[in-house]
């Protein structure tokens, strides 16, 4: 967890990665604040620190122990990383997962800067994950017209993809992509003796760039899976060449995606989803609703953050979160068809249980690049690229933790609290040390 700097005066620790004991020790020769330390010997977590709890860190502090003993069983099936994420957020920047030591070269006090816990749904962590996505996909688009998609599934269909999560959230990337090639290189039409259409595939098959974002939650943090997809407005043909694409068949991309979902499903499912399927037709004749309307960003940056921004960060924001009182929660949202306002209450548990559904396992890829943005192709190099590759870089040393904190809240993480005078790294203690 230790890394060295030869540049930073260590004040003859040997080794920069200690355990708790071992600081204390280090400490024996000098004068330093009681309260430095808890009574049980391990260090004060609010001691020098300007780190406050988020308020969904402070509900899970105060009830996910509780909460998790009742319902642990379900909890372990369906959302297994659930109690590890959770703890994360809990002790994110508390001193419990390790944190760097700072002296400040003036009044000689000690400040510990917690490490962070690092998780999508850490209210704080959450924020650099997004943008750091943000980034990534900037340094990856080519230099031209892009529109927003969204691919979305009835009420009906919604609990099928909640368990076992990675296999049917797959299901719904594939039938995303399976769409946007079909609506692409696919033609149906009427036959002569009968009114089903036929599938003609063009002759020439082109290939789309895109890419694809999981969502699983509306404005009033209800499961609600859904893909947003960012588009280019280009297509490229078998002899690598470009050509404009912008004309997209809202009614086909609707009854495509229907069709290629629940074929998926049945295959997955067998006979017990015949029924299901069948309703989803006869309920929904104009196929499953899709957004693929232009919208107007004022750049392409806004846009991507725009799309990612569910992809890195908790389902709430903490700004949505009117009143917490120890037992109840109260947050509000504005219903996305109207843009009606609501402000729903509910106990600190159900709260709870709104939001871990919405868990990620680990590991799993909640953004997808597709088409001539999956991999780097012959013509890659002749592209004009929406951010200068020389730029990539510079742009990524902003994203840093102390210039984060300075150009988000003009505060410096690493200066001293009582003196303002920029601190010198001493060393790191361990996680649990």
Known sequence: MGYKNENINVHKIDTLCLSTDEFRNYLLDRNYNDNMFKPNGEINPKYNSSKKATVIAQIFEDHWDSYYLENKSLIDKYRPNANDEVNKIINCYNKNLGCSVYECPNCHDFVFVGHTCKSRFCSSCGYKYKMLRVENILETVYNCPHRQMVFTIPDILRPYFFFPFDERIDILFKAVNLTIYSILNDNYRSG??????????????????????????????????????????????????????????????????????????????????DS??????????????????????????????????????????ENRILNYDGKNVTFCYNDHKDESYHEVTCTAKEFI????????????????????????????????????????????????????????????????????????????????G
């Open 276 to 317: 299901m399927k069948r309703k989803c037709f006869l309920k929904y004749p104009k196929g499953f609703y899709v957004y693929a309307e232009p919208k107007k960003f004022k750049n392409l940056k806004d846009g991507v953050e725009y799309i990612t921004r569910y992809c890195g960060r908790p389902v709430i924001s």
């Open 192 to 273: 002569k003796k009968n009114k089903r259409k036929k599938k003609y595939s063009k002759k020439i098959k082109y290939t789309p760039g895109f890419f694809m974002f999981l969502h699983t939650f509306g404005r009033d943090i209800k499961w609600n899976p859904h893909i947003h997809v960012l588009i280019a407005e280009i297509k490229m043909g078998g002899d690598m060449v470009y050509k404009k694409w912008d004309y997209f068949n809202y009614d086909a991309l609707s009854k495509r995606f229907q069709k290629i979902l629940l074929d998926l499903l049945s295959e997955e499912l067998g006979s017990s989803f």
């Open 353 to 432: 249980n709104m939001l871990i559904r919405h868990m990620i396992p680990y590991n799993y890829r909640t953004i997808r690049y597709c088409g001539f943005y999956r991999k780097k192709h012959k013509n890659h190099d002749k592209m004009v690229m929406m951010i200068n590759p020389l730029n990539h870089k510079t742009r990524k040393v902003f994203l840093t933790h102390r210039l984060s904190i300075m150009a988000s809240f003009n505060n410096d993480p690493y200066s001293c609290p009582k003196c303002n005078t920029v601190m010198n790294y001493v060393c790191e203690i361990m996680k649990g």
